[in-house]
């Protein structure tokens, strides 16, 4: 299996390269060439297989030709030793509860995967690696724990001041080992911006080889597509069909839904919930994709205002509008919104949902006002605790802080404050 750059698609890769360089030469997204249904009777007898085997299944065309069975066995299995409930709340919505890993966000498995496929292809290399992530919140935590120890990586984690949780900071600037993390005057797109930056620079590139642990790389993004799998395996609809809600950021996590959609996932239609930040659900609307400066919100891992990814999703759709609009709505909501249905929801039902959960119920809903006979599955992308301040003030209670968490609370923060390209690029150069 090929991967080719979406600027230009006779630049090809293999996985491998494909996972080492982050994005292509021409700064392109990579994308497989092409995405093979599973045979019918995968879906018809899902109930009967594991996690590690459906898992195994649906990334094996894309991988197999650089990683051989046993060892792809290997990284599954160290990808996912955790729980993906499906938890009903009321009838017709669910929500698909990502938040069981150790950094309780649903970027654990794909930077696991990644983090395991990396180590494989490290073996036995003589430069070492460095990995630049850039996050809003959650990729961070995620990142830093998973490629924690590492050999022959090193990873640069950015992150915009003062716009990430207490929990969120202290999961991605405490571990130290061939963690750094990297402290931005500015907001997520400025981190992202510094980090795509860094790759056209050739001053850094000559000595150093980079890559990108953001859903941009291919070894982030496709994994997140194994929960859309456990979640149509566990999946109780009645006869209905299963719409999925999605809150979205940068994309990746939604346009990996739809790739188990083309798989042969039986899936009526995605929702991609946002924040204020909606560039996309403007673009649903008018078919101009007008990229913002991201506005800070509580569901601050989705402050994204040029979403890397949706340039996959038109993609996938033949950049066809109409095409997508059958496949796929996008609402967007504000933080009053938010807090009100986390309210509504804790009261009605006694469950919590994180800010951006909340987002994605609002979105499933909004969806079944016109669609009601399916079956909604909104996706919980992490714990209610990694945003305690909000959780507290809004449904007044104080949430039981699991061990993962705790773990990292008493640590010391270490950051390098940065405020301009220039800074990171010195930092890199002299590393
Ligand atoms: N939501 C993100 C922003 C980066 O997204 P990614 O999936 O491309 O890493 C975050 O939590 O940092």
Redesign the pocket.
């Known amino acids: 299996m090929k991967f080719y750059s979406l600027n230009n698609q006779n630049i090809q890769a293999t996985f491998k390269e494909a996972v080492i360089a982050g994005i292509a030469p021409d700064k392109g997204l990579y994308f497989p060439e092409s995405i093979i249904p599973l045979p019918a009777d995968f879906f018809e007898n899902i109930e009967k297989l594991s996690n590690h085997e459906i898992a195994f299944q649906a990334i094996h065309q894309f991988v197999s030709e650089d990683i051989p069975d046993e060892a792809l066995k290997d990284i599954i299995a160290n990808t996912l030793d955790f729980d993906f409930p499906v938890v009903e709340i009321e009838e017709n919505v669910a929500t698909l509860e990502l938040f069981h890993g150790p950094t309780m966000?649903f970027?654990d498995v794909?930077a696991r995967f990644m983090a395991n496929c990396l180590g494989y292809f490290s073996q036995g290399e003589k430069q070492d690696v460095t990995v630049l992530?850039?996050?809003?919140?959650?990729?961070?935590g995620?990142?830093a724990n998973g490629f924690l120890g590492v050999d022959g990586v090193k990873v640069v984690i950015l992150?915009p001041s003062g716009k990430v949780s207490e929990i969120?900071e202290k999961q991605l600037t405490t571990l130290g080992l061939n963690i750094e993390a990297m402290e931005v005057d500015g907001v997520?797109d400025d981190c992202?911006r510094m980090v795509k930056t860094a790759f056209l620079d050739t001053e850094i590139t000559d000595h150093k080889k980079l890559t990108s642990?953001?859903?941009?790389n291919v070894a982030?993004?496709l994994p997140q597509l194994f929960y859309f799998l456990f979640a149509y395996k566990q999946a109780k609809p009645k006869g209905k069909e299963i719409v999925f809600s999605v809150p979205s950021?940068?994309f990746?996590?939604i346009c990996a839904g739809m790739v188990a959609q083309k798989l042969g996932m039986p899936v009526k239609h995605f929702v991609a919930s946002t924040n204020v930040n909606d560039v996309v659900p403007k673009f649903m609307e008018s078919g101009v994709y007008e990229p913002m400066p991201s506005v800070a919100t509580i569901s601050?891992?989705?402050?994204?205002g040029d979403p890397?990814?949706f340039v996959r999703i038109r993609h996938l759709y033949q950049d066809d509008l109409e095409t997508l609009q059958k496949s796929l709505s996008s609402y967007s909501f504000t933080d009053e919104n938010t807090k009100a249905i986390m309210k509504e929801v804790y009261s009605k039902t006694g469950y919590v949902m994180d800010p951006h959960g909340a987002v994605g119920y609002l979105g499933l809903k909004e969806y079944q006002k016109s669609n009601p006979n399916t079956f909604g599955i909104f996706l919980e992308t992490a714990h209610p605790v990694k945003f305690l301040d909000v959780v507290q003030d809004t449904l007044e209670i104080s949430p039981k802080i699991p061990p993962q968490i705790m773990k990292v609370m008493d640590k010391e923060k270490k950051s390098y404050k940065i405020s301009s390209y220039e800074e990171l690029k010195q930092f890199l150069l002299d590393d």
């Open positions: 966000a970027k794909g992530v850039a996050t809003s919140g959650d990729t961070g995620a990142v992150y969120q997520f992202q642990a953001n859903s941009i982030r993004w950021g940068n990746g996590n601050n891992a989705m402050d994204v890397s990814n």
